[in-house]
């Protein structure tokens, strides 16, 4: 930060930045630095290690996808585990399906939490208050590496693998999430801004084949996150679900009674089109 302005540099060569209006949240915790402010256009906008994370504008773009992608996917899920989402929006969409008994949400930094409850209140909207949620306090590889629990869906909202993010990306959390997520079940991740993070994306592909049959990606732009499109990692046990129709995500869109600014099912088929030179990044 330097006269109000905030700058962002994901890229040595290349970044973005921001006018600060005022900062509402500055904190430096065990885990991260989060800084909360205020921007003109994107409103208020969280960063983690100064690296942005979310923005009031455009989060709905992120969170819808993440979230809606595999649920609407599964049809009527019923556990779901969240790894990180700190702010909430994770949350705030998958309490959206009345199907769900179950949501487990496992944040390493209780801060975050807290913080994005006093100034980001529209990303979880009382979520946190769902009785059907458990919040745990808690390191994500541990949590899956003990737990003995089998989810349908597990949607691992992290920041990039920089700080308490790395070990979201390793071999043995994906062996931890493999472990507990049921035979019909899907485990989706954030996975960078593919044009200047690819090595995220061939990383995550070739740790999570070593476990799940099917692995593929899917993709939104999320025009916070600058670069380009955004990924996300999609894995199961089985490739049965690699041949989903648009009826079969229509009839489980409308049976969520779901309204969505970013998400349909239209664009949940062409989300997992990518183009060329990521595929031959992937080497699939
Ligand atoms: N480059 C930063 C990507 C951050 C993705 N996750 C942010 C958490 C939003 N709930």
Not at 12 to 24: A, K, S, T, V
Not at 172 to 198: D, M, P, T
Not at 233 to 260: E, F, H, P, Q, R
């Amino acid at each position: 930060m330097k006269n109000s302005i905030w700058y962002e540099k994901i890229h040595p060569n290349f970044g973005q930045y921001f006018f600060i209006e005022n900062i509402l949240h500055h904190e430096q915790t065990m885990f991260q630095e989060i800084i909360i402010f205020q921007n003109n256009f994107f409103g208020r906008i969280m960063s983690l290690d100064g690296i942005l994370q979310t923005t009031e504008v455009d989060e709905f773009i992120y969170h819808e996808m993440i979230s809606h992608v595999p649920l609407v996917a599964y049809g009527h899920p019923k556990k779901v585990l969240i790894i990180g989402g700190g702010d909430g929006a994770s949350l705030r969409e998958v309490t959206k399906y009345k199907s769900i008994e179950k949501i487990i949400m496992v944040e390493i930094d209780e801060k975050v939490v807290t913080a994005c409850c006093q100034y980001l209140p529209n990303h979880s909207r009382d979520a946190f208050s769902d009785q059907r949620v458990s919040l745990q306090i808690s390191d994500g590889v541990n949590f899956v590496n003990s737990c003995r629990d089998k989810f349908d869906i597990i949607i691992v909202d992290c920041p990039d693998p920089i700080g308490p993010g790395v070990r979201l990306f390793s071999p043995e959390f994906y062996r931890g999430c493999y472990n507990c997520l049921h035979e019909r079940g899907i485990f989706v991740a954030q996975n960078g801004v593919f044009f200047l993070q690819s090595e995220y994306v061939s990383n995550s592909y070739s740790n999570l084949i070593k476990y799940f049959k099917d692995v593929k990606f899917f993709q939104a732009s999320v025009p916070s996150y600058y670069g380009g499109m955004m990924i996300f990692a999609w894995a199961t046990k089985n490739s049965v679900w690699g041949n989903l129709d648009l009826k079969v995500l229509k009839d489980n869109y409308i049976s969520a009674n779901l309204s969505c600014r970013y998400y349909n099912p239209a664009i949940h088929i062409s989300s997992f089109a990518m183009p060329q030179y990521v595929l031959d990044r992937i080497d699939i």
